[in-house]
């Protein structure tokens, strides 16, 4: 089997990952791909369809709903609890030497786009450097075997595609150990691949006995393929788009007024401009008036885009929805998002999982405590800040004794009032150090 041969789900699943990319990219992605987002109708000459192409409207529903789940997930940074050790690397621990967080956001907006993202922790071939987390796109990994060992089933091999001339091959060699394996390919011209380097990582001179790779879905850290969170939004989006170029051409075609002259005409005498400053003369007998439309065809078309943009919203564009005219309060505001916070809370807890067995294989690697390794990303994703006569009262019940300073803290901190990622100790040192 040739290196770069897909999975059969990688292979099923690329046209939805190629239409939600250009979804989320907009306009300018949808439209290059012509005739596979938007069909050209037919008797339509190439001239009249690159109008009726350039016309159609895109409503950046995708992109935008993507940019708001993800930054509801990081309107508070991820906490990560780690060794001092390690966690003097995440300023730098991705494979391109930017910071965790970073990294966190690009896992978590893969997961919402594509439902799927891998973590490789790495480690310099040539030298014993620092590990990094490496990011893989849904595209890029190609193929994957698992295997029961030990009594349980574990990935044996994988196939990942570092660019167009590269792969690189991961696996579990008869004797169980790890091994990377870089594929080049021969030349331009040639389709066939072959093994440029070979190599064993190791830790503490013992080679490896596990395929460092975490799996990140939108709801499990399994190397099975998930249906993308935002497919079915992308699909109302591109409805939306095509009922928008069929709109645009019949406000083109009806829109502009057409005047009609009835009676026996000369070719002599027949109008040849039009205008304020034109005089027809026409024969006697001859009538005159303009065509213009007034059919409900296009109300309707209108109408089936409202209606799309309606369904949008209850697929998951709340930034779309038109503002209320009456002010709402922030209870109806949490009932009103409860099923789509739901699913968010799932995925960011997937996510969260899956960065925390990534680094706990550094960790691992670095002979650390895996088990002190844990990332929790935010699951609060409406704001809840509490207003002046709240925490007054909450202040005037600690005083009063009818609750304890801890508990005065938490409702503080889920109120957001206190910074995030303060703890109630940091706290009390820097109450103590104010009082001192």
Same mark, same amino acid.
């Not at 009726?52 to 409207?57: E, F, G, H, M």
């Not at 529903?61 to 935008?64: D, K, L, P, Y």
């Not at 005083?399 to 009818?402: P, S």
């Given at each position: 089997?040739?290196?770069t041969?897909?999975?059969?789900?990688?292979l099923a699943a690329s046209p939805?990952w190629a239409?939600?990319r250009?979804?989320a990219? #907009?306009e300018?992605?949808v439209?290059?791909?012509?005739l596979?987002?938007?069909?050209r109708p037919?008797?339509q000459? +190439?001239?009249?369809y690159?109008a009726?192409?350039? =016309?159609?409207?895109w409503?950046g529903?995708?992109?935008?709903t993507?940019?708001?789940?993800?930054?509801a997930?990081? !309107?508070h940074?991820?906490v990560?609890?780690?060794?001092d050790a390690? *966690? !003097?690397?995440? &300023?730098s621990?991705a494979? &391109?030497?930017?910071?965790?967080?970073?990294?966190a956001?690009?896992?978590?907006? +893969?997961?919402l786009?594509t439902g799927? $993202?891998g973590?490789l922790? &790495?480690?310099?071939?040539?030298?014993?450097? &620092?590990?990094?987390? $490496?990011l893989y796109?849904a595209?890029?990994?190609?193929?994957w075997e698992?295997?029961?060992?030990?009594?349980?089933?574990?990935?044996?091999r994988?196939?990942?595609?570092?660019?167009?001339e590269?792969?690189?091959?991961l696996l579990l060699? *008869?004797?169980?150990?790890y091994?990377v394996?870089?594929? =080049?390919?021969k030349?331009?011209q040639?389709g066939a691949?072959e093994i440029?380097?070979?190599h064993?990582p190791?830790?503490?001179?013992?080679?490896l006995d596990?395929?460092?790779?975490?799996?990140?879905g939108?709801?499990s850290? %399994?190397? *099975?393929?998930e249906?993308?969170?935002?497919a079915?939004?992308a699909?109302?989006?591109?409805?939306?788009?095509?009922?928008s170029a069929d709109y645009e051409? %019949?406000?083109?075609l009806?829109g502009q007024?057409?005047?009609w002259?009835a009676g026996?005409l000369?070719?002599?005498?027949?109008?040849?401009s039009i205008?304020?400053g034109t005089i027809?003369?026409?024969?006697?007998?001859?009538? @005159?008036?303009m065509?213009?439309?007034?059919?409900? #065809?296009l109300?309707?078309? =209108?109408?089936a885009m409202?209606?799309k943009e309606?369904?949008m919203?209850?697929?998951?564009?709340?930034l779309l929805e038109?503002?209320?005219?009456?002010?709402?309060t922030?209870?109806? @505001?949490?009932? !009103? #998002?409860?099923a789509?916070?739901?699913?968010?809370?799932?995925l960011? +807890?997937?996510?969260?999982r899956?960065?925390?067995q990534?680094?706990r !294989?550094l960790a691992?690697?670095?002979?650390?405590e895996?088990?002190s390794?844990?990332?929790?990303?935010n699951?609060?994703f409406?704001e809840a800040r509490l207003?002046?006569?709240?925490i007054?009262?909450l @202040?005037? %019940?600690w005083?009063?004794?009818?609750i304890?300073r801890?508990?005065?803290y938490?409702?503080l901190?889920d109120?957001?009032v206190?910074?995030?990622?303060?703890?109630f100790a940091?706290?009390?040192s820097l109450?103590?150090a +104010?009082?001192a």
């Open positions: 089997m040739p290196i041969d897909p999975h059969p789900e990688h939805i239409r939600m250009d979804c990219a #907009g300018d992605a439209k290059a791909r012509r596979e987002y938007l069909p037919g008797g000459s +190439e001239r009249a690159r009726y192409l350039a =016309r159609a409207v409503y529903a995708t992109e935008r993507l940019n708001g789940l993800a930054g997930i990081f !309107r940074p991820p990560v609890e780690a060794p390690l *966690a !003097r690397q995440l &300023d621990i494979a &391109d030497g930017g910071p965790f967080e970073g990294l956001q690009s896992v978590t907006r +893969e997961a786009l799927r $993202a973590l922790a &790495d480690r310099p071939a040539e030298a014993e450097g &620092d590990p990094y987390l $490496a796109p595209e890029s990994i190609l193929n698992s295997a029961p060992l030990a009594g349980r089933q574990r990935l044996t994988l196939v990942l595609r570092e660019d167009i590269c792969c690189r091959e060699d *008869a004797t169980g150990q091994r394996r870089l594929w =080049r390919r030349s331009r040639a691949y440029a380097q070979e064993r190791t830790r503490a001179g013992q080679p596990a395929i460092p790779f975490t799996f990140v939108a709801r850290l %399994s190397p *099975a393929v249906k993308p969170p935002l079915d939004l699909g109302m989006n591109l409805a939306h788009y095509r009922n051409q %019949s406000l083109f009806t007024p057409t005047p002259i026996r000369e070719a002599r005498e027949r109008p040849t205008g304020s027809w003369h026409l024969p006697e007998g001859c009538s @005159v008036g065509l213009e439309f007034t059919g409900a #065809g109300e309707a078309l =209108r109408q409202l209606d309606a369904r919203v209850q697929l998951g564009a709340r038109a503002p209320k005219r009456a002010a709402e922030a209870e109806a @505001v949490r009932l !009103r #998002g409860e789509e916070a739901s699913s968010l809370s799932i960011a +807890e997937t996510v969260g899956g960065l925390t990534a680094l !294989r691992w690697w670095q002979g650390l895996p088990e390794v844990t990332v929790r990303l699951r609060d409406i207003t002046a006569p709240d007054l009262a @202040v005037e %019940s005083q009063k004794g009818a304890s801890r508990t005065l938490d409702n901190r109120g957001e206190l910074p995030p990622g303060r703890d940091e706290e009390e109450i103590a +104010e009082t």
